[in-house]
C-alpha cells in the first residue's frame, strides 16, 4: 500500500498534525490515525425526508463493521439526500447539486475510500457521479427494494400502480375511496420502489457498471443478506484502498457497454440515460445518445417486472438477480472490465442460473426481441431524442397525427379534460417547458395523463412528446429528452395545435411536418424562448446558467470531468 491520502492530514508532527489528529482521537484507538489504517468515508444518504433511505443507518452500522474488520477506519458522512417523492420542483433539479456538495466534500476531507449508500432515484447517480470526479478508490452498496405490497390479493406495484389507478379513477372504473384504501398497502417495508423504476434501475447500473460487489444490486432492503453484502463491501473498501484500486480503473468505456446491455435487458428506466451519460462524463469516457441506441437497441427484453410487465424486484431477487440476466446475454457483454472486487463482471455469470422462468426468460424466448431505448431525430430532435419501445404500445411505434399542445404542465392540467379540447386517440400530445432549463430541472411530467374524455372511451395509450423525463415506474408510447428543449430554442416550442408530427421508431425518426417558410415566419417563438424568465438567485441560477442538455446528461458544463482527490492548501 503506498502512502495513504489521509496521512497529508494525520502524518506530519508539527502543528497541524496535532490539530487534525486531536481532534479525531475522542476514543479511537491510538493506532487509528497512524497512517496505516484507511480512512473509509460512509456517504450516506439516509434521510427522514427520503424514506425510501430510511434504513441506510441500519446499514451504514453493517458497513462499519467490515471497515473494522478488515483494518480501516469507518467515518459516516451525511450527504445530500434527495427523495424523490417530496422534493419540488424536482428531485432531477438537485441532482447535480448533490453531487457538486459530494465531491466536495469527498475531496476536502482525510478519505482514502468510500463506500456509497444510496437509493432512491437520484442518490446513485449523484454519489457516482461526485465520487467519479475525486476519483479515489469506491463501492456502492444500493438500499434495495421494498418487499412486494399487495392490495385486493394482486401485488401492487409501488409507483407504477399509482399512475395506473388514478387513471383508472379518471376513467370512471375505480372509486376515489378504493383508491385511496390502496395506498397504505403500497409501501410495505423499508426500501426504495420496487418496480423496475429509476432506483431499481441504477442499482442495477451500478452493479452492471462495476461498482457494486456482484449479486448485490436489487436484494431486498428488508433481506438481512443486505446486511451481510454491506459489510463485505465494508471490507473491500478498505482492499480497493489497500492495492490503490480506484473508481477510475474499475469504471471504463467497456462498462458503459456492459450497463446499457443490461439496461435493455432488464427494461430499465430511460432516466438511466441521462445518469450514464454524466457519470460518463465525469470519468472523461466518450459516451453518446448513439452508443444505447447503438449497442442496446437489439438486446432482448428478459425481465418480466413492472412497468411494463409483471412482477417486482423481490421476485427478480428470487430469481436470480442481474447475474442471472446477464449470463443470458453473456455473449453481448465486454469481457473485459473488472469489477470492484478485481475480477472480470463476466467471472461471475458462469454460476449465476435462472430460478423462475416467468421472471426471468430465457434468451430464445425473450418477451420482446429488441428491448434498447431508441434514438429518434429529425426536425423536432436535432440532438436526439427517445423512446422506449419496450413500454410503448406496439401500434402506437409508427404514428402520424395532429398535435395538442400544452405550453407548461399547468397549462396541461388547466385543459387535459377541458370538454372543448379537440382531441382524438390519434392526436399527439405535446407537453414543453419541461426541459433542464425551461422547468426548470426536467421533471418527470412526460408520460402525461390522457383526457378523461378518451379514457372512458377505453383509450389507454397515445403518442406523448415532451422535453422532460418520465418516471421509470411509468408507461406508454412516450417520446422524451427532446434536445434541445423548448426553452433552448428547439423547434419543439414552434409546434402548433393541428400541426403534424410523424413519429417512426422503427426508422428512428420524430419529424414536424411543417414548411420551412412556416417555420421561419414563426421564429422567434412567441411561447417559451421568449417567455422563459430565468431564476434570479441561488443553485437555480447557477444550474439554468450552466446546465446542459439531456443529450449529454444534463450536468453542469462545468461539473463535467474530474479534478482528482488532490487539495493543494491548508486550512490552518
Ligand atoms: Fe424513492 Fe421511488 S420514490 S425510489
Known amino acids: 500500500m503506498e502512502g495513504l491520502r489521509s496521512s497529508e492530514w494525520y502524518g506530519s508532527e508539527d502543528r497541524n498534525g496535532y490539530l487534525h489528529r486531536a481532534w479525531m482521537r475522542r476514543g479511537v484507538p491510538s493506532n487509528a490515525l497512524s497512517g496505516?489504517?484507511?480512512?473509509?468515508?460512509?456517504?450516506?444518504?439516509?434521510?427522514d425526508l427520503t424514506p425510501c433511505n430510511l434504513h441506510l443507518d441500519e446499514v451504514a452500522e453493517s458497513v462499519k463493521h467490515g471497515v473494522y474488520e478488515a483494518g480501516g477506519i469507518p467515518l459516516n458522512l451525511p450527504v445530500v439526500s434527495l427523495g424523490e417523492t417530496l422534493v419540488r420542483p424536482t428531485a432531477m433539479l438537485w441532482r447535480?447539486?448533490?453531487?457538486?456538495?459530494?465531491?466536495?466534500m469527498f475531496r476536502a476531507n482525510p478519505i482514502d475510500g468510500l463506500v456509497l449508500l444510496g437509493g432512491c432515484d437520484k442518490t446513485i447517480p449523484a454519489l457516482l457521479m461526485a465520487a467519479a470526479s475525486v476519483g479515489i478508490p469506491a463501492v456502492v452498496v444500493p438500499g434495495g427494494p421494498m418487499l412486494n405490497g399487495t392490495f385486493r390479493g394482486r401485488p401492487l406495484g409501488c409507483g407504477t400502480d399509482v399512475w395506473r389507478l388514478s387513471e383508472e379513477v379518471r376513467a370512471g372504473n375505480l372509486s376515489q375511496e378504493s383508491f385511496l384504501r390502496s395506498e397504505s398497502s403500497m409501501i410495505r417495508s423499508k426500501g426504495h420502489c420496487n418496480t423496475m423504476g429509476t432506483a431499481s434501475t441504477m442499482a442495477v447500473m451500478a452493479e452492471a457498471l462495476g461498482t457494486t460487489l456482484p449479486g448485490l444490486a436489487g436484494t431486498p432492503a428488508a433481506d438481512a443478506r443486505l446486511?451481510?453484502?454491506?459489510?463485505?463491501?465494508?471490507?473491500?473498501?478498505?482492499?480497493?484502498?489497500?492495492?490503490?484500486?480506484t473508481i477510475g480503473d474499475v469504471v471504463t468505456a467497456g462498462s458503459f457497454t456492459n450497463a446499457i446491455v443490461?439496461?435493455?435487458?432488464?427494461?430499465?428506466?430511460?432516466?438511466?440515460?441521462?445518469?450514464?451519460?454524466?457519470?460518463?462524463?465525469?470519468l472523461g469516457i466518450e459516451l453518446s445518445l448513439d452508443d444505447f441506441d447503438r449497442v442496446g437497441a437489439a438486446v432482448p427484453l428478459l425481465v418480466n417486472l413492472q412497468p411494463a410487465g409483471e412482477f417486482l424486484m423481490e421476485d427478480l431477487f428470487r430469481a436470480g438477480g442481474l447475474l442471472a440476466v446477464l449470463a443470458q446475454v453473456r455473449d453481448l457483454l465486454d469481457p473485459t472490465p473488472i469489477t470492484v472486487t478485481g475480477r472480470?463482471?463476466?467471472?461471475?455469470?458462469?454460476?449465476?442460473?435462472?430460478?423462475?422462468?416467468t421472471v426471468i426468460t430465457p434468451r430464445d424466448r425473450p418477451l420482446l426481441p429488441d428491448a434498447g431505448i431508441a434514438v429518434l431525430r429529425g426536425n423536432l430532435a436535432p440532438h436526439g431524442a427517445i423512446v422506449k419501445p419496450a413500454a410503448a404500445s406496439p401500434h402506437l411505434l409508427r404514428h402520424r397525427g395532429p398535435a395538442v399542445v400544452f405550453d407548461s404542465v399547468e397549462d396541461l392540467h388547466a385543459r387535459i379534460d377541458s370538454?372543448?379540447?379537440?382531441?382524438?386517440?390519434?392526436?399527439?400530445?405535446?407537453?414543453?417547458?419541461?426541459?433542464?432549463?425551461?422547468?426548470?430541472?426536467?421533471?418527470?411530467?412526460?408520460?402525461?395523463?390522457?383526457?378523461?374524455?378518451?379514457?372512458?372511451e377505453g383509450v389507454r395509450d397515445m403518442v406523448r412528446i415532451c422535453d422532460g423525463?418520465?418516471?421509470?415506474?411509468?408507461?406508454?408510447?412516450?417520446?422524451?429528452?427532446?434536445?434541445?428543449?423548448?426553452?433552448?430554442?428547439?423547434?419543439?416550442?414552434?409546434?402548433?395545435?393541428?400541426?403534424?408530427?410523424?413519429l417512426d421508431v422503427a426508422n428512428r425518426t420524430l419529424h414536424l411536418h411543417v414548411p420551412e417558410e412556416e417555420i421561419a415566419r414563426r421564429r422567434p417563438p412567441q411561447t417559451l424562448v421568449d417567455g422563459f424568465a430565468a431564476p434570479r438567485r441561488g443553485w437555480e441560477r447557477l444550474y439554468v446558467d450552466h446546465v446542459q442538455q439531456a443529450d449529454t446528461g444534463a450536468d453542469l458544463d462545468f461539473l463535467v470531468g474530474a479534478t482528482g482527490p488532490g487539495v493543494a492548501r491548508e486550512s490552518h
Not at 421 to 448: F, H, I
Open 96 to 104: 447535480n447539486m448533490a453531487a457538486m456538495a459530494m465531491e466536495e
Open 262 to 282: 443490461a439496461l435493455a435487458a432488464v427494461g430499465g428506466s430511460t432516466n438511466a440515460v441521462v445518469h450514464l451519460l454524466a457519470i460518463a462524463g465525469r
Open 36 to 47: 496505516e489504517r484507511p480512512q473509509i468515508a460512509i456517504a450516506n444518504t439516509a434521510s
Open 227 to 245: 446486511l451481510e453484502g454491506a459489510h463485505e463491501s465494508g471490507r473491500l473498501a478498505v482492499e480497493l484502498v489497500q492495492e490503490g484500486r
Open 469 to 502: 423525463r418520465m418516471s421509470g415506474t411509468a408507461y406508454g408510447t412516450v417520446v422524451l429528452h427532446v434536445a434541445p428543449e423548448a426553452a433552448a430554442g428547439g423547434l419543439l416550442a414552434l409546434v402548433q395545435d393541428g400541426d403534424i408530427i410523424e
Open 419 to 456: 370538454p372543448d379540447l379537440e382531441v382524438t386517440a390519434g392526436s399527439v400530445l405535446v407537453l414543453r417547458g419541461c426541459g433542464p432549463m425551461g422547468y426548470p430541472g426536467m421533471p418527470e411530467v412526460a408520460n402525461l395523463p390522457l383526457p378523461q374524455r378518451l379514457l372512458q
Open 344 to 357: 472480470p463482471l463476466v467471472d461471475y455469470l458462469t454460476d449465476a442460473p435462472v430460478w423462475d422462468e
